[in-house]
Structures are given as structure tokens and as C-alpha cells.
């Protein structure tokens, strides 16, 4: 299998099921920016981070591919055969004890903080905002993505940003507030 199809030379693409859309089509821009936010996820991954934060980033990355394969769904049938195309409640919550874990190491906010500090911290940064981003192109789709792809774009941006604050934190460097 070659790597280029030519189907997309005129500037369409195909959805789950075959219906072709415009590449600025609002659904093709939202998978775009989940895709954008798994290549800024590769990228705090190779700046290097300790295993129990690199592992969940790996399952995040394999859950932002099943994302994206829902949003190319608009008929809602791929996540019916193929289940790791699925994303539950139970991921949700997978997030939310990865960041209750997390942040019991970090001292409290007391106010906002710069995005920035070590290579992976600042990238987890940019993810957060590209992740932020993501949410707001799925929300304004129609028809709405399931109401779950909704809270886990959220929940990730608060993983996120913890994940930012803890490799800062383990890298020594110190947060600047605003």
C-alpha cells in the first residue's frame, strides 16, 4: 500500500463510511487538531519523562487515535465494531485518578502560572492549549460527538496541565506566577 491515495489532490477526504467532505470541513478541522495534540504529546514524550508519567501518555495517545476515528464518524458506527475505537466514562475517569495522583505531589496554585520551564514540561503546555483548542472545534460540530469525547478533551487539558506542573517539578525548575 502506497503512502499517497491522490483522492485527496482536489481537496476532499473521506469520512468514516466513505461520504468525501472538504478538507476545511468542520469535522476534518477537529480530528486535525485531536491529531495536532498526539504529535505534541510525542513531543513531551521525547524530551524525556519519568515512566509513570510517559506509560499514561502512551494510553492517551492510543485514546486520542480513537477519538479522532469517532469524530471521522459522524453515523456513530465505528466505535460499535471496533472497540478499541471506544472511549467510556471508565476513561474519564482513568484521567481524573491519574490527575487526583498527581497533583498530591505538587504544592497548591495560589495563582496562575506561565507555560514554560523543562523541554517536556513547556510541550505538555502547548498540548494543553492544542487539547483546549480540539474542545472547542468538537463542541461546535453538528451533530454533537458523543457527550463522552466531550469530558475527556476536558479532563485531559486538566491532565495536562498537571502533567506540565509535575515534569517542572521534578525537573527542579520553579513555576512563575502571574
Known amino acids: 500500500m502506497k503512502i499517497y491515495t491522490r483522492t485527496g489532490d482536489a ?4 469520512l468514516f463510511g466513505g461520504t468525501r467532505v472538504s478538507k476545511a470541513d468542520s469535522r476534518v478541522d477537529a480530528y486535525g487538531e485531536v491529531d495536532e495534540l498526539n504529535a505534541w504529546l ?6 524525556g519523562l519519568d515512566p509513570d508519567l510517559d506509560q499514561p501518555l502512551v494510553r ?3 485514546d486520542l487515535f480513537a477519538l479522532g476515528a469517532q469524530l ?6 465505528i466505535a460499535e465494531r471496533v472497540v478499541k475505537a471506544s472511549l467510556t466514562e471508565s476513561d474519564v475517569g482513568r484521567l481524573e485518578s491519574l490527575i487526583d495522583r498527581l497533583e498530591s505531589e505538587l504544592p497548591p496554585l495560589r495563582r496562575f502560572i506561565l507555560a514554560g520551564g523543562a523541554h517536556a514540561g513547556a510541550a505538555l503546555h502547548v498540548a494543553r492549549t492544542v487539547c483546549r483548542r480540539a474542545e472547542r472545534r468538537m463542541v461546535s460540530l453538528t451533530p454533537a460527538p458523543d457527550a463522552v469525547l466531550i469530558k ?12 506540565a506542573r509535575v ?3 521534578r ?6 506566577e502571574w
Open 152 to 163: 475527556y478533551v476536558n479532563r485531559l487539558s486538566d491532565l495536562l496541565f498537571v502533567l
Open 72 to 77: 471521522a464518524d459522524p453515523g456513530e458506527r
Open 60 to 62: 492517551i495517545q492510543q
Open 171 to 176: 525537573a527542579g525548575v520553579p513555576e512563575i
Open 42 to 47: 510525542g513531543l513531551a514524550r521525547a524530551a
Open 167 to 169: 515534569a517542572n517539578h
Open 11 to 14: 481537496g476532499e477526504t473521506s
